[in-house]
């Protein structure tokens, strides 16, 4: 079979006729399945039909895509019935005539190029709008935690509880362990199924003779832990001066000049820390010219996060924001919403970690993780006033795409080690805990 090519995180696929073929099927689907509104999704469309500014936007962003970007999404009315009936599915790999592809944001596919619009960029920074959509993210949120989500968890098809219109394919099927297993930085040689199989067993926890390999939910197995040994802190790199990689992720950007409010908005997308800080009172412990490492999680790794360095938790917060944003400059995203991850640190729903380092050339830093699209919860594991090590864990991303920073004062001067990458879109991971700078 044939691999369609991906965007950047591998979230949604590139090509343009394998999404609109998948959007296709979702809308024959809502119109044979003729679900009745969730109350999630209900409360959205009243909220719209209700407020005139909300009506005209929402209809106004579909009105706005060009003609010749073949849309099959035509109106917000058909948006609404997609997502309603997204939120009854689990996300699962889908063979499309010969191609396979994993449509791993798929409200954002819905409303892919309608956000790229004048009205879309206004409409999903309205704060009713991301209000309504934090409940109708949580909603779905709760059905992937329920064992009703385990049935994408097989080796084989999938038995969907609707009709099927996308013939998907298992998380446990010989090409989405291959996809698993294309992601893994440290992977042997080797391509094919079993090496595939064996990679997974020995990467990640699980029971690969009961069923659904003991995943109690399409949750459990998103945010699946990595196998004791398999990712630890080097002994050389316990030295006090070595940061470590916080999440399984790929360098996207590192700034030395970050300042303390910017136009983030504009070309090159600046890094404001007030705005991504959330005004938080330890932000004025920072300044201008601090450093700024930010970092973007793939569709198929490891979603929890780590401490990138000893010391104590000072703080944390968790802070709502938007899902759907993207930076005006960018245009029509054809990335969306990578290419705007800088502009979203300081719009979109984060959580942030202030961490007072055992070091004293780090001092006090802030990670803060930062929800893309469908992630509707970032959750923090760790309490105010705890004492974490290096590589201990503090929190994970439920599903959804995600993108991290580490924030470090004017003062702190890090010789960075990228693995003989150049922060960019097209980077790929460094290992959860490999050494990503040293403090000078």
């Given at each position: 079979?044939?691999?369609?090519?991906?965007?950047?995180?591998?979230?949604?696929?590139?090509?343009?006729?394998?999404?609109?073929?998948?959007?296709?099927?979702?809308?024959?689907?809502?119109?044979?399945?003729?679900?009745?509104?969730?109350?999630?999704?209900?409360?959205?469309?009243?909220?719209?039909?209700?407020?005139?500014?909300?009506?005209?936007?929402?209809?106004?962003?579909?009105?706005?895509?060009?003609?010749?970007?073949?849309?099959?999404?035509?109106?917000?009315?058909?948006?609404?019935?997609?997502?309603?009936?997204?939120?009854?599915?689990?996300?699962?790999?889908?063979?499309?005539?010969?191609?396979?592809?994993?449509?791993?944001?798929?409200?954002?596919?819905?409303?892919?190029?309608?956000?790229?619009?004048?009205?879309?960029?206004?409409?999903?920074?309205?704060?009713?709008?991301?209000?309504?959509l934090s409940v109708i993210l949580g909603e779905w949120k709760t059905f992937l935690e329920t064992p009703a989500s385990q049935y994408v968890l097989v080796e084989g098809s999938v038995k969907q509880p609707q009709p099927d219109y996308t013939n998907p394919i298992g998380w446990f099927s010989p090409d989405a362990?291959?996809?698993?297993?294309?992601?893994?930085?440290?992977?042997?040689?080797?391509?094919?199924?079993?090496?595939?199989?064996?990679?997974?067993?020995?990467?990640?926890?699980?029971?690969?003779?009961?069923?659904?390999?003991?995943?109690?939910?399409?949750?459990?197995?998103?945010?699946?832990?990595?196998?004791?040994?398999?990712?630890?802190?080097?002994?050389?790199?316990?030295?006090?001066?070595?940061?470590?990689?916080?999440?399984?992720?790929?360098?996207?950007?590192?700034?030395?000049?970050?300042?303390?409010?910017?136009?983030?908005?504009?070309?090159?997308?600046?890094?404001?820390?007030?705005?991504?800080?959330?005004h938080h009172e330890l932000a004025q412990q920072f300044g201008d010219n601090s450093t700024v490492y930010q970092a973007f999680l793939c569709a198929k790794t490891y979603h929890r996060w780590n401490s990138p360095v000893d010391g104590r938790v000072v703080a944390i917060q968790n802070v709502p924001g938007t899902y759907y944003a993207e930076a005006p400059i960018e245009g029509y995203d054809p990335s969306g919403p990578n290419d705007s991850q800088g502009y979203i640190t300081e719009l979109a729903a984060r959580a942030l970690i202030f961490i007072q380092s055992d070091n004293e050339k780090i001092g006090l830093m802030c990670f803060a993780a930062i929800g893309m699209a469908e992630v509707s919860s970032c959750e923090i594991t760790v309490q105010e006033g705890q004492r974490i090590k290096k590589g201990d864990p503090i929190g994970t991303f439920h599903f959804g795409g995600s993108t991290h920073c580490l924030i470090f004062r004017p003062e702190v001067h890090i010789n960075f080690d990228f693995h003989g990458q150049t922060p960019c879109l097209n980077t790929y991971n460094i290992p959860l805990k490999a050494r990503i700078g040293v403090v000078g």
């Open positions: 079979m044939n691999h369609v090519k991906y965007r950047v995180g591998k979230w949604l696929p590139s090509d343009r006729e394998f999404l609109n073929s998948w959007i296709e099927k979702k809308v024959n689907q809502v119109k044979h399945n003729k679900l009745p509104l969730s109350p999630a999704v209900a409360d959205l469309r009243d909220a719209i039909y209700n407020d005139p500014v909300l009506y005209m936007s929402f209809t106004s962003m579909y009105d706005e895509i060009p003609q010749g970007y073949n849309e099959p999404v035509k109106n917000f009315e058909t948006m609404l019935l997609i997502i309603n009936q997204v939120l009854q599915e689990a996300p699962c790999y889908s063979t499309i005539e010969d191609s396979i592809g994993l449509v791993g944001f798929p409200i954002n596919a819905i409303v892919d190029w309608a956000m790229g619009t004048q009205a879309g960029y206004l409409t999903f920074l309205h704060p009713v709008v991301n209000q309504k362990l291959e996809a698993i297993a294309a992601m893994d930085p440290l992977r042997g040689q080797g391509s094919n199924p079993e090496d595939a199989l064996k990679n997974f067993i020995y990467n990640y926890q699980c029971q690969p003779n009961q069923p659904h390999f003991g995943f109690k939910s399409w949750d459990d197995f998103f945010t699946r832990e990595f196998n004791p040994g398999i990712r630890e802190v080097s002994p050389e790199d316990q030295d006090p001066s070595v940061i470590v990689n916080a999440c399984e992720s790929a360098p996207y950007n590192c700034v030395t000049n970050a300042k303390m409010k910017d136009k983030f908005w504009m070309k090159g997308q600046p890094y404001s820390l007030l705005d991504i800080m959330n």
